[in-house]
């Protein structure tokens, strides 16, 4: 009758330590977001290939991607807990720098980046 109590004692508290960490692993995935947005031009055109560069505030790390054929770019993954910057460039041109504040509680943000290109 004793090994039964220890043996369902044992049940309960390996039910309550993976309850725990399953709740503990869903708490880290949802403390992560993701910035993208449309690389444009002034006239609201699409840049397709411009490169979209993301900075760490706290590293320092900088980590870019090419915007797709429709100018989409997209990082994900990003600790909240982060401020970040965000700009383009293209053919010699820089969009102007966005900031993404720690203090910005979405998970999903969207920053629209305007390239000028170079006159011809």
């Known amino acids: 009758m004793r090994s039964h109590g220890r043996f369902s004692l044992l049940l309960v508290l390996f039910f309550i330590v993976n309850a725990a960490a399953f709740a503990q692993g869903s708490k880290k995935e949802t403390q992560l977001?993701?910035?993208?947005?449309?690389?444009?031009?002034?006239?609201?055109?699409?840049?397709?290939?411009?490169?979209?560069f993301l900075?760490?505030?706290?590293?320092?790390?900088?980590?870019?991607?090419?915007?797709?054929?429709?100018?989409?770019?997209?990082?994900?993954?990003?600790?909240?807990?982060?401020?970040?910057?965000?700009?383009?460039?293209f053919d010699g041109q820089k969009s102007a720098t966005r900031t993404v504040s720690a203090l910005d509680s979405r998970r999903e943000i969207t920053l629209n980046l305007k390239v000028d290109r170079k006159k011809e």
């Open 33 to 52: 977001r993701s910035v993208r947005g449309v690389v444009a031009d002034k006239d609201e055109k699409p840049i397709p290939n411009a490169v979209v």
């Open 55 to 89: 900075k760490n505030l706290r590293t320092n790390t900088v980590i870019s991607h090419f915007s797709d054929d429709e100018g989409n770019y997209r990082f994900t993954g990003l600790d909240t807990n982060v401020d970040y910057e965000v700009f383009a460039e």
